[in-house]
T-cell receptor, first 114, second 111 residues
Framework: DGGITQSPKYLFRKEGQNVTLSCEQN?????MYWYRQDPGQGLRLIYY???????QKGDIAEGYSVSREKKESFPLTVTSAQKNPTAFYLC?????????????FGSGTRLTVV | DQQVKQNSPSLSVQEGRISILNCDYT??????FLWYKKYPAEGPTFLIS?????DKNEDGRFTVFLNKSAKHLSLHIVPSQPGDSAVYFC??????????FGKGTRLSVIA
């Protein structure tokens, strides 16, 4: 079955540490996205990538970094510069970035700073 | 500045009645609108969509209405069922830009 897989499901980070969240898709989708969900805030875009080796900042990119070396993979690194990283992180993919392409979401990673 | 607004954080409806979830947008370039349903600790799942050339789209118990002049869309669920209890997100985009999401409305269907 085709889908999008995020790992781990739960992640704990100490202050000052960088952590990397994994996102893999086997849908042959060109575009991939990272969103962050906070209570009462909806989904806010962190980064997105339309093709391999290219990505753009979203609305809240500060303190995050991404790479897109393979079509299937779009890992997100939460750096120590991110002041409030505790949140639920969602990865998504779509066939393209034209309006009519719906997104498929992963099941999310909950990151907690301890 | 919020481009997609869901002004009702929560809504309670009795089982069997109609649920109406509302969404407003400000960006005139948006030409495609979607509703997603989300359960806690899971990713959102696609529910229904509508393009700007239409004013209504139906899929079973779900109907989305678009009023372009008012920049307003609504999702109707008839009849509402307890399994519909979830957070519903309105989303929109236009051209080659990523989806912009509202803050969500938590729907509770009471048996």
């Amino acid at each position: 079955d085709g889908g999008i897989t995020q790992s781990p499901k739960y992640l704990f980070r100490k202050e000052g540490q960088n952590v990397t969240l994994s996102c893999e898709q086997n849908l042959n989708h060109d575009a991939m996205y990272w969103y962050r969900q906070d209570p009462g805030q909806g989904l806010r875009l962190i980064y997105y990538s339309q093709i391999v080796n290219d990505f753009q900042k979203g609305d809240i990119a500060e303190g995050y970094s991404v790479s897109r070396e393979k079509k299937e993979s779009f890992p997100l690194t939460v750096t120590s510069a991110q002041k409030n990283p505790t949140a639920f992180y969602l990865c998504a993919s779509s066939l393209g970035t034209d309006s009519f392409y719906g997104y498929t979401f992963g099941s999310g990673t909950r990151l907690t700073v301890v | 500045d919020q481009q997609v607004k869901q002004n009702s954080p929560s809504l309670s409806v009795q089982e069997g009645r109609i649920s109406i979830l509302n969404c407003d947008y400000t960006n005139s370039m948006f030409d495609y609108f979607l509703w997603y349903k989300k359960y806690p600790a899971e990713g959102p799942t696609f529910l229904i969509s509508i393009s700007s050339i239409k004013d209504k789209n139906e899929d079973g118990r779900f109907t989305v209405f678009l009023n372009k002049s008012a920049k307003h869309l609504s999702l109707h669920i008839v009849p509402s069922q307890p399994g519909d209890s979830a957070v519903y997100f309105c989303a929109a985009n236009g051209g080659n830009t990523p989806l912009v999401f509202g803050k969500g409305t938590r729907l509770s269907v009471i048996a």
